[in-house]
């Protein structure tokens, strides 16, 4: 078994009139390549969800989770074309199809999408591959439109327009705020309270189709992971807030990392801020 690091860092939680400063402890151990019940390392068509299969042998039988992915493949943006109505390539949607094929060992039982076009396509891709037509497809507006990181539209809008918009996400990133966007922490933990109260049913399994814009803030907060140039979230690429036992897990890359008890806690006492 690989070491385990620890990672300790000092958060400020807003809500309501509420304040909580806590400690968060998080622990973050190495992993191997994932291997399933049968012994043999899952492969899917296409590189697609290559990534995600990292995580997987942390999901032990029993364990509630939700897996939210970046949206499948979309023609690369410019100032003519940057829209929520853009729609995923014909790539993307083989992709989605294959990875829901993979995901049927899952055994999901919840469908969620961002409004936004791309991301209902990638879902109902995945659904289909997983032959999982009985289960409704849910829009979530706080996982894309907007999304619960961005406070106004216009002004990020703007940013995304004008900017690359890996570059801009970054900066936000390292600054915890910037202008038209909501705080990274309040952000974070915000999401972190919705899925929560969608995992409060033992052995849910949740898909979550979102945006890289999304994605990349969740992931640094919980994480410390600092995105570069060369490391961002691809596409059907995502991460698992796993729950067992009182335990509150968020695997990401091959890694495992343990949120602090207090994050539960705050959760429990200031109820569920829902999409």
Known sequence: MAPTKLINCHVVIRSGHHMLKQG?????????????????AHELNSGAGDALSKNLKYLSPGTSYALLIRHAERPNFSMLNFSNDTPITEKGLEDSVSLGNWLRGQHLTGLYSSPVRRCMQTCEGIRQGANLEHLPIASRPRIGE???????????????????????????IAKGRLWGFTPLR???VGILNDLLADLSVENTRNLYVTHDAVLA????????????DTDWINFLDGVFIAVKDGEVRLLWNG?????????????EQSGSGRY
């Open 24 to 40: 968060r402890q998080v622990r973050q151990r190495a992993t191997s390549e994932f291997e399933g019940q049968s012994g043999r």
């Open 146 to 172: 907007p999304g619960s990181f961005i406070a106004n539209p216009l002004v990020v809008f703007f940013y995304f327009l004008t900017s690359d918009m890996s570059m801009v996400i970054r900066k936000f």
């Open 186 to 188: 309040e952000g974070s």
């Open 217 to 228: 803030p969740l992931i640094s907060y919980f994480t410390g992971q600092k995105f570069g």
């Open 255 to 267: 890694r495992e990392y343990y949120i602090d008890r207090e994050l539960l806690a705050f959760h």
